[in-house]
């Protein structure tokens, strides 16, 4: 399994700007692909975005589109999660999450197992 930990959830308005930081130690999330997802309470969790091991493919839910960016900074072992025009329809604890069966694609990410999850970090959002 791969430890991973989540950072940068908090309190912002509508409209306003989070970046989440997804940090692994101990391995190298150079060959993962690494998926974010989140659970709202009450919901069940939804996978928000993905990111392939090459860099070369991201997936974003429809109702992230456009607003959400996920990228990786391979220097600092870590992928982040930029939420730009939060809505109030977007607090949920917000994981980090990765396998080596996990695979990311243009339509969507697919996973035999996705036994390594980080701790979650809280995101709300005011109206």
């Known amino acids: 399994q791969v430890q991973l930990v989540e950072s940068g959830g908090g309190l912002v308005q509508s409209g306003g700007s989070l970046r989440l930081s997804c940090t692994a130690s101990g391995t190298s999330l150079d060959y993962y692909s690494i998926g974010w997802f989140r659970q709202a309470p009450g919901k069940q969790r939804e996978g928000v975005s993905c990111?392939?091991?090459?860099?070369?493919?991201?997936y974003y839910v429809d109702s992230v589109k456009g607003r959400f960016t996920i990228f990786r900074d391979n220097g600092q072992n870590t992928v982040y999660l930029q939420m730009d025009s939060l809505k109030p329809a977007d607090p949920a604890i917000y994981y980090c999450?990765?396998?080596?069966?996990?695979?990311?694609?243009?339509?969507?990410?697919?996973?035999?197992?996705?036994?390594?999850w980080g701790q979650g970090t809280q995101v709300t959002v005011s109206s």
């Open positions: 990111i392939s091991i090459s860099n070369s493919t991201t």
């Open positions: 999450a990765t396998d080596i069966t996990f695979l990311c694609g243009s339509k969507g990410y697919t996973a035999t197992r996705l036994d390594s």
